[in-house]
């Protein structure tokens, strides 16, 4: 298959990648940055260097592929962050349109079942519905859990303060997931016939962030490491003190809300979503130990 994908090689469009490649696929690898060329070219996919903004950059890219798979990229340096995402998701439906693709894989995200409250998840939903009116096309909508490797974001605040936190409890559960697993079901889906829509829910383990924190904590050397819960408001001004716009951080502790009031889980939970991915929380805590050391 002649299969197209967005989000060069990030941490999940590199392992993408490598899955279609020694599937056979003829691959073209989407990215912003002119110094990701000779890599994605080495690994013996097609370089597609440009913006997912530019409409006629992805008109012509799409242009022959049998199947797309796309990621809608945050607008986090900018304002109006919701609005800029979703109108880069109607760029990728106007392209897809006009390339009359018909099979899309979409990177979407727990909790975006829900039209508000989620924070930057919201952006997602709306680009879900749109996609939804796409003729002709079938659309996975891949809703992956919390991703593991945010946790990388935390290194700081250990350093710094010794623990790990946020606005919600220790004992929050929610699906977590590899981005290695959430490329594996990409490679899966795109390959998939069908009509209209579909959603799968992706996770590799379901534990409470407690539970990651005590993970993490044995594998970096620090049994003791706490998770801390945070006010809403000491959220709010922590992100601020570290950069973040007030926009993106009102938009985080939005989604940190969602999670505490069980929100953003409540649909995985009714859906009945199998735990899939073979890589727990153990055996990324050593991954995290390796990046923290």
Known sequence: MKITITGSLGNIGKHLSQILIKEGHDLTVISSNKER????????????????????????????????????????????????????????????????IKRVVML?????????????IVAL???????????????????????????????????NAGFMGSNYPAETR??????????????????????EYSIRYIASDYISVGEATQAIGQAIGKPDLKWVEFSDEE?????????????LAALYVEMGSSMRNNLLQAD?????????????????????ATHFN
């Open 235 to 247: 959220s709010l001004s922590g992100m601020k003190q570290a950069g973040f716009s007030n926009e």
């Open 125 to 159: 939903h709306q680009i879900e519905q749109n996609y939804k009116t796409l003729n002709n096309t079938f659309v996975t909508f891949l809703r992956p859990g919390y991703f593991y490797s945010n946790y990388y974001r935390d290194i700081p605040m250990i350093k």
């Open 37 to 100: 060329k000779a890599e994605i070219e080495k690994i013996g996919a097609k370089a597609a260097i440009g913006s997912v903004k530019d409409l006629a950059f992805l008109k012509s890219v799409f242009a022959g592929a049998d199947a797309v798979f796309v990621m809608t990229p945050p607008n986090y340096g900018e304002q109006n962050i919701i609005q800029k995402t979703i109108e880069v998701g109607e760029t990728f439906k106007q392209a897809i349109e006009s390339a009359g």
């Open 174 to 195: 929610i699906p977590q997931v590899h981005p290695e697993h959430i490329a594996a079901v990409a490679a899966e889906e795109l390959i998939k016939t069908g009509s």
């Open 268 to 288: 995985f939970d009714k859906s009945g979503a199998p735990i899939t991915g073979t890589v727990k929380i153990n055996d990324f805590a050593k991954e995290f």
């Open 108 to 120: 979407s995200s727990l909790g975006a079942d829900l039209a508000a409250g989620t924070g930057p």
